[in-house]
């Protein structure tokens, strides 16, 4: 298949190939999404080939306004709206009760359905112009680091999709924070764009599922069935470095071997020369490390690191979605060093 490289112009051909069951890699604030027609069924499918991603962890249904989210969930609580009206669009999805309509291959047979309203403006006409509901996971082959440029996405689909609406760098960097509203009180299943800190000043209680901050053991059952997934790793191996800034760059200098790799704080560039090193930001600019975490782990697999350190940012604010990619990346491989 030729995948058609399309931008903004190109709007009315990208929302035609979802209408009519192509596979479209449709840009978002978080990460490049592999889109489908989430009201048909044989679409929804081909993004689980495309991506191999396994049959029983579903997908996120992304709207253009929040009014369409009476036409696909029920039993809505006053919360939803509440979250609705505070942070969309923008990087939010709702766990909800799914009404019928919605196809299983969506829930993976689950009785709820994520729902989200993006905030990037060409994803927004894009799906104002298809007019359906538009299924979409990370635009990654399943296990590896989401997409965050269009050229990411076709390093991993180019010639397995229709299109791909090229809508520059996301701005968030990380995915949506999910939520899970058919539980009181609410409880965040995975940290993302928007951070516990504002879900708190909106709902007032929320709680943060195990599965963010561990392993899920083999017989246990996650609440998103994203976590007892591998996820966003390079091909070498992660090893997170956790503690104050400074501690940790000497933990790593005194680690490195001749092909060691090392993501970290721009003030600590300086300790890794003669490595291969990528910065994600300034200590204190969570916003630039969320935006560059993913370009970065991608980036060693066109270098021939054998191993890859990485200093992790305090959990507060973006810090703990970014500390929650990076733990995965390295299959909750963390060292941690020092006081804070
Ligand atoms: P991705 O953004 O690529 O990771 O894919 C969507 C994420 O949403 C996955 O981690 C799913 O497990 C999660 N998800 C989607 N629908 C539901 C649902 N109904 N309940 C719990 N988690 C969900
Ligand atoms: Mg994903």
Redesign the pocket.
Known sequence: MKTERLTEKDLERAAELLREGGLVGIPTE??Y??GANGLNEEAVGRIFEA?G?PQD????LHIPTGEWLIRYCKEIPQAAFDLASAFWPGPL?M??K?RDMIPKR???G?????MRCPAHPLCRAVLTAAGVPVA?????TSGRP?PTKAEHMLEDMDGKINGILDGGPCTVGV??T?V?LTVWPPRV??PGGVTLEQLREVLGNVEVDEGVFRLMESGES??????K?R?YAPKAPVTVVRGAPEQTADYIEAELTEKSGVICFEEYEGRFSGHTVYTIGSVGDLSQQARLLFDALRAFDHSDVTEIWAQGPEDQGLGLAINNRLNKAAGFHVVEVGER
């Open positions: 978080t990460v999404g592999l991506k991603r962890n579903p997908l996120i999805t766990i909800l799914a969506v829930t993976a689950l009785e709820t359905v994520g979409a996971p990370s635009g990654n989401s995915e949506s999910i899970d299943l995975r996650p609440r998103a069935p994203g976590m997934y996820h």
